[in-house]
């Protein structure tokens, strides 16, 4: 089975717009991986399920504030992961 690559995080001042297009093909990406390769990604365990929650909040139409602290939780995370740093 193919991996799936994580998509680019938007640069620095990115719009709104922008952004929304970001998290969407995050939380597409989330859905979409093997937890296995979350867990390659870098990520620990509690960190997985808090992706898989986040995502199946927003499968069910349930996104609200407390999905968006959950993401920003897990940002800092996200960007010492290797799969999603930026190109120096």
Not at 10 to 29: F, H, I, K, M, N
């Amino acid at each position: 089975m193919r991996k799936l690559a994580p998509p680019t995080m938007p640069r620095e001042g990115a719009s709104a717009d922008e952004l929304g297009r970001t998290l969407a093909a995050l939380l597409d990406w989330i859905v979409k991986a093997r937890i296995a390769d979350l867990l390659e990604a870098g990520l620990s365990h509690a960190d997985v399920f808090k992706l898989v929650r986040v995502a199946d909040d927003y499968r069910k139409g349930e996104f609200g504030p407390e999905t968006l602290a959950t993401i920003h939780d897990l940002a800092g995370k996200l960007d010492n992961v290797d799969v999603f740093r930026k190109p120096a």
